[in-house]
């Protein structure tokens, strides 16, 4: 195939070029397309046993019922006694609740994107309307090589340094939703600014010039003009980088590596416990049978979710790119 492309390249190249083109689209079609049929197939059995269990609130660990009033907990008006809940992550009996993982996960996300959206915003706009074109030309790669560190030396720093601080300033003896989170938006910052900054490079400067002919400062101009016009583009980046915070793995692994449970109470964001990601991470390793099987389920909901974001993001991007063109 190679000789034939290197042949045709010579020969006939526009030819070839539209050819090995088109099949690696088909490439890149097929592959993702094998990913997602085997991801589902291998999730599909134990779905089809457990069904909404694996979304289940634990149950008890003597008489093996559910706890239905575990969201009082959210409210913190049981004593502990009468509250003390488990992961529901019982491979040896039989139980197999994601939903401890699902909530972890929430907060973390959460977290992140209160650290990510406004700081990538705020970064976006001095990187596209204030900064002069040396500081952009240093601040802008700087800020894209925080996408080039490898997350577990991310997750390294936040337990070694981030854990420390808290235990100090907060007296949290131990990793938490919060030092989590503040490490996965650091992370998805890369994303958040570097997108943000496009859209807002690409609002027209007859926009802005119009504003400062009408008397208006550099921050009202941002404010009524760029932000507006962007805006849709900042949504997508934030999408993205929200994206990119709910399939953190290692980071999150290495930060809490040992909570399993519910935080107590819910809204707890100094408590720990383990996500989606670092479920499949720190659980195949010495998982067999049916629980690996339902690690690939954790996989289908976060697959499930990034896609459906990814969706969202391209979709906000056309419609950014259709309103600075004039077609609503």
């Given amino acids: 195939m190679v000789g034939l492309a290197l042949l045709g390249w010579g020969t006939y190249q526009a030819r070839t070029a539209k050819l090995l083109m088109l099949f690696a689209t088909?490439?890149?079609?097929?592959?993702?397309?094998?990913?997602?049929?085997?991801?589902?197939?291998?999730?599909?059995?134990?779905?089809?046993?457990?069904?909404?269990?694996?979304?289940?609130?634990?149950?008890?660990?003597?008489?093996?019922?559910?706890?239905?009033?575990?969201?009082?907990?959210?409210?913190?008006?049981?004593?502990?006694?009468?509250?003390?809940?488990?992961?529901?992550?019982?491979?040896?009996?039989?139980?197999?609740?994601?939903?401890?993982?699902?909530?972890?996960?929430?907060?973390?996300?959460?977290?992140?994107?209160?650290?990510?959206?406004?700081?990538?915003?705020?970064?976006?706009?001095?990187?596209?309307?204030?900064?002069?074109?040396?500081?952009?030309?240093?601040?802008?790669?700087?800020?894209?090589?925080?996408?080039?560190?490898?997350?577990?030396?991310?997750?390294?720093?936040?337990?070694?340094?981030?854990?420390?601080?808290?235990?100090?300033?907060?007296?949290?003896p131990g990793a938490s939703f919060l030092i989590a989170g503040l490490v996965v938006g650091i992370m998805a910052l890369p994303t958040v600014v570097s997108i943000s900054e496009d859209a807002l490079s690409a609002v027209p400067d007859s926009m802005r010039d119009g504003s400062a002919a009408m008397g208006a400062t550099n921050w009202q101009t941002m404010k009524s003009i760029s932000i507006p016009a962007a805006f849709s583009g900042i949504s997508a980046a934030i999408i993205l980088g929200l994206g990119r915070a709910l399939g953190e793995t290692m980071a999150v692994a290495a930060i809490m590596a040992g909570g399993t449970n519910f935080a107590r109470p819910l809204y707890d964001i100094f408590d720990q416990s383990v996500t989606l990601t670092s479920r499949i991470a720190t659980s195949y390793g010495s998982a067999t049978g049916m629980t690996i099987d339902v690690l690939f389920v954790a996989g289908v909901m976060l697959f499930s979710i990034v896609a459906v974001m990814s969706l969202l993001a391209q979709y906000v991007e056309r419609r950014m790119e259709r309103k600075l063109q004039g077609n609503q």
């Fill in 26 to 172: 088909i490439a890149t079609v097929l592959t993702v397309g094998f990913i997602t049929y085997f991801l589902f197939e291998r999730a599909w059995t134990p779905i089809q046993e457990f069904g909404l269990e694996l979304l289940a609130i634990p149950r008890h660990q003597q008489t093996g019922e559910p706890r239905w009033f575990f969201f009082l907990d959210w409210l913190n008006v049981l004593p502990v006694s009468e509250i003390e809940l488990g992961s529901g992550w019982d491979p040896r009996n039989g139980y197999y609740s994601l939903l401890a993982a699902a909530w972890a996960t929430i907060v973390v996300t959460i977290i992140a994107v209160l650290v990510a959206g406004p700081l990538g915003v705020l970064g976006a706009l001095f990187i596209a309307e204030i900064a002069s074109a040396r500081v952009r030309s240093l601040v802008k790669p700087a800020i894209e090589i925080l996408a080039g560190i490898p997350s577990i030396v991310y997750g390294f720093i936040g337990f070694a340094v981030l854990r420390t601080f808290t235990s100090d300033v907060f007296l949290d």
